[in-house]
């Protein structure tokens, strides 16, 4: 039997390309990484590191299972959105992980308005969404991101690595743009609709 060490293992390391390494740390992680944390391990510099982490991404989608996802400066690898049907198949989610309209609609003002607090929320939407919000945190797709300097210091909420995971998303700046909007207020005052661009 011959004699094996952790230390032949690293000296190999040099050999396999940091793309291939950034991968296998983040499928080992236990969650989101930083650069840092990722450049300490490979022992590597974090501008190495960041210059890895965009060529994986382009190798990724390249392929159909795995996609790098960024969410507040960390990394993970997540599924592909086009295999989402497959997975919510075979982990038996098709029925419990649909959105209402309203959970919909609310998730949408969040993503685009974070950090936002539930009145907030209540305006644009013109009903109460507290339920709904209730339910997209018990989901973990926003989550609390501290108070606003505000009268009565109200929750400021933002969205969470799940909802990119949910949407399939490699970061918010992913999100499409929002298509320019004119409200068309009658001489009574009352808005009659609305008049895209």
């Not at 501008?47 to 507040?72: D, I, K, P, S, Y």
């Not at 959105?99 to 009903?127: C, N």
């Not at 997209?136 to 609390?144: T, V």
């Amino acid at each position: 039997m011959g004699n094996y060490s952790m230390s032949d293992s690293t000296e190999t390391t040099n050999e396999i390309p940091l793309t291939d390494l950034l991968e296998a740390l983040l499928f080992v992680a236990p969650g989101p990484v930083n650069p840092t944390q990722l450049a300490t391990a490979l022992d590597r510099t974090a501008a190495e590191v960041e210059r890895g982490l965009a060529e994986l991404e382009q190798h990724l989608c390249q392929r159909f299972g795995l996609r790098l996802q960024m969410h507040g400066g960390k990394y993970s690898l997540t599924s592909a959105p086009e295999a989402a049907g497959y997975i919510e198949r075979f982990l038996g989610l098709e029925a419990t992980s649909r959105l209402s309209k309203a959970g919909l609609e609310t998730l949408a003002i969040v993503a685009y308005r974070q950090p936002v607090t539930r009145p907030q929320v209540d305006a644009i939407r013109g009903v109460n969404s507290d339920a709904v919000m209730k339910n997209l945190l018990s989901k973990g797709l926003i989550q609390e991101m501290g108070r606003a300097d505000a009268p009565g210091r109200p929750i400021l909420y933002g969205t969470t690595e799940e909802f990119l995971q949910y949407f399939g998303l490699p970061s918010l700046q992913a999100l499409p743009d929002l298509e320019p909007v004119e409200v068309f207020i009658s001489p009574n005052g009352k808005n009659n609709g609305v008049l895209k661009d």
